[in-house]
Each structure stands twice: as C-alpha cells, then as structure tokens.
C-alpha cells in the first residue's frame, strides 16, 4: 500500500520543483513579490513531498519486539512537519505582500500561474486516487495541493492589481492567501495531533459496535477502545459471551468478532478482546412460541401463538403467528411483525433453516431452550445457560 504512495509522493515532488522554480524565476524577472513569494511556497510542497516520501518509507516498516505496534505514527509526525513548512509559508507570503514592487510585464506570470493552477488540480486527483486505505500524509499533500490551485488564482488577481498598481488590492490578496493556507496547515496539524495523543474516534467506534451487536452469541460489548495510528485503527474491547459458554467456545466466539471487525473496517489491523460472562438481567424483549395449553414447544412455524415478554417490566403481550398458513416467506412476514414489536430474544425449541435466517437478519438472536416450560426458559435465559439455536427440519 505505501509503495503506491511514494511513487505518488515521488511525481508530486517532481512537478512542485518544476512549478516553484517557473514560479519564482518568474517572479525575479518580472518584479511580482506576489509570485515571489508563492514561489517560495511551492518549494515548499517539494520540501513536504520529500518529508511525506522518508515518513511513508519507515512507518512501513513491520511491528518488532521494540515497537510492537509499528511505526505508522511517523506517518501522522511527517503531517505535522508538513502542516509546519506550510504555516511557515503562509506566514512569508503574507509579508512579501506588503512589499510593493511594480510588476513590469504581467502576461508571463498570469501565463505561468494558470498552468500552475491546472498542474496542481491534476496533481491533487491524482494524490486522492491513491489506491488502498487512505492515508493522513496523502490526504495532507491532496488538500495542500487543492490550495495551491486557489491560491494560483488568487495570485493572478494580485499580479494584475501590481500592473495597475492598485497596491491595496495587491496587499490585500496576499494577506487572504497568507490566511487561506495558514488555516489549512492549522487543519493538517490538528488531525496529526489528535492522533498522536490517541483521541477516540467516535464514527468508528459506533460502527464496530454495530458490527458486533449483530454477531451470533454475543451478548453485549462495551469499553470500546480505538486509536488511531497513521492510517490504520487499533481496538481494545470488552465483549460479553453467554456465562454457560465454555473456555473453547468463548474462545472462537472472540476470533469470530476479530474476523468480521476486521473484514467490515479494512483499516483496522489489530483487535484486542476480553471476553467476560454477559447478562441478561436488564430490559430485554424475548419472544416465545406458545401452544395454546402455555407451553413453549412445537415448530415455529406452527405454533399458534406468540408470547412477547418483558422482563424487566414482565409486561406481556400474545399475538398470533403471522407465519401460520403461510405458503411462502413465513420467515419474512413473521421476523418483520417481531423487529416491528422491538423484539431482541427468540426463544426456542425448533426452528427451520429460513426461519432462522430470517431472525437473524433483523438482527434477533434466537437461543435453543431445552425445556417446555416457559418460565424455566426465561429464568435459564437470565442465567445466561441458553445457547444459539440450530435449524431442525421444518414439518410437512
């Protein structure tokens, strides 16, 4: 993934050096301070390209006894060299353009910035185009080559204004470019900081939480811990597992949440899980199959009634099944009635392959009980003894 980065970096730095010395060539020959001065700042994007291209070559370096979490934090210190050379930049254009010098011919420069514009919006696509996981460093160099296109602009403006010598409108685009960049090396710099002191990010942690509520035998998670290092995300987490599970069990159910974490967010490459008895003992909403006598056994797709329960409250609510005399998606209509009831727990004694698949796909977990009884069931249900169901042969 680097590799493409620094050959990227590499053509960036190439076409800067080109532009900044046209730039400031220019602006020598034609008395401009303003091309003067975004000469100057143009070397600087050679500078920053040289300091991205050294960082992206150590922080690929692999993990080691030493640095056991590899060194891509060096990626998030070259953004805030970067954000550094840029606010320097920002700070020496502002004050070149308080420099008045009459601009002799103004058709070369204007000439020379317009190419410079267009030079830098391609290089700034094809900075962002940079295959694989995003990058800070790229992302720094993109949006400072993004400014380099406004800027250019910006300085056509003041090199027409020192041929007219309307000094004010000179001095005062220069200071609004001087700005301009000065707030984008203050953006650059707060993101590298923010990572280098391990600021949680609130948009990733929300969707690992997402990804693992609806994991099969979890019970809950929480302490959900991310920071960021260069581009990649590294995660500790506490994550609650049925109490009957055994050691083996909890184990792969662990490994399990390891794999879809890092499969639904490429950009995490480590994950750290403690694994602890989960609860049942707060709010939940189960659902129960019920014969008409009260007892929790047949088919699901069977039984005659649904029992709704809320344990904390112990409300209940008895609903016929939506799925009884279905010829064809019994499984659909009966798992969007129970996600629009809030129910979370379905509980158990058989269970046909669809209509399982079904409740899992909004989201319920659907846990095996081994006795008729319905209180039995609940009360095993908040001792955490039930396991995931399995689909048994639905009947003819």
């Not at 811990?225 to 995300?233: E, K, N, T």
């Not at 599970?245 to 390891?258: F, G, H, R, T």
Request: aromatic fraction near 8%.
């Amino acid at each position: 993934m680097f590799e493409e980065a620094r050959k990227r970096t590499l053509v960036s730095a190439v076409v800067f050096a080109a532009l900044a010395t046209a730039k400031f060539e220019s602006g020598v020959l034609f008395h401009s301070v303003i091309m003067i001065g975004d000469g100057i700042h143009s070397f600087s994007d050679v500078f920053m390209a040289i300091m991205v291209y050294l960082g992206l070559r150590v922080a690929e370096r692999p993990a080691s006894e030493k640095f056991p979490f590899g060194l891509y934090k060096l990626e998030n210190m070259v953004s805030l060299v970067v954000a550094a050379a840029i606010g320097f930049a920002a700070v020496e254009i502002a004050r070149d353009s308080l420099s008045f010098i009459r601009v002799s011919q103004p058709a070369v420069p204007i000439i020379v910035e317009i190419i410079s514009a267009a030079a830098s919006y391609s290089i700034m696509v094809y900075l962002n185009r940079t295959p694989g996981i995003a990058l800070p460093s790229m992302k720094a160099q993109g949006l400072h080559a993004y400014q380099d296109v406004l800027s250019s602009l910006i300085v056509v403006v003041g090199v027409v204004a020192e041929w007219l010598s309307m000094v004010l409108i000179a001095e005062v685009v220069g200071i609004l470019i001087g700005a301009y960049i000065m707030f984008e090396a203050y953006r650059i710099a707060k993101d590298a900081v923010y990572t280098l002191l391990d600021v949680g990010n609130e948009e990733i942690t929300e969707k690992i939480r997402g990804v693992v509520s609806g994991i099969e035998g979890v019970v809950g998670v929480h302490e959900i811990r991310v920071r960021q290092s260069g581009p990649f995300y590294f995660v500790e987490m506490h994550l609650e597992a049925p109490a009957n599970y055994s050691v083996q069990e909890a184990d792969a159910l662990a490994d399990k949440v390891e794999g879809e974490i890092k499969r639904s967010i490429p950009s995490v490459v480590h994950v750290s899980i403690h694994v602890e008895p989960g609860s049942f003992q707060g709010k939940w909403i189960v659902a129960i199959p019920e014969q008409p006598d009260g007892s929790l056994r047949g088919h699901m797709a069977t039984v005659p009634l649904i029992k709704i329960v809320d344990t904390k409250s112990g409300k209940v609510d008895v609903i016929g099944n939506p799925a009884l005399g279905e010829t064809r998606r019994k499984g659909v209509r009966l798992a969007k009635e129970l996600k629009n009831r809030g129910v979370e727990v379905v509980l158990v004694r058989e269970i046909g392959e669809g209509m399982l698949s079904s409740l899992k796909g909004e989201g319920m977990m659907v846990l095996y009980s081994p006795t008729s009884n319905e209180a039995e069931a609940l009360a095993m249900f908040k001792r955490g003894e039930l396991k995931p169901a399995e689909a048994s042969p639905e009947p003819d």
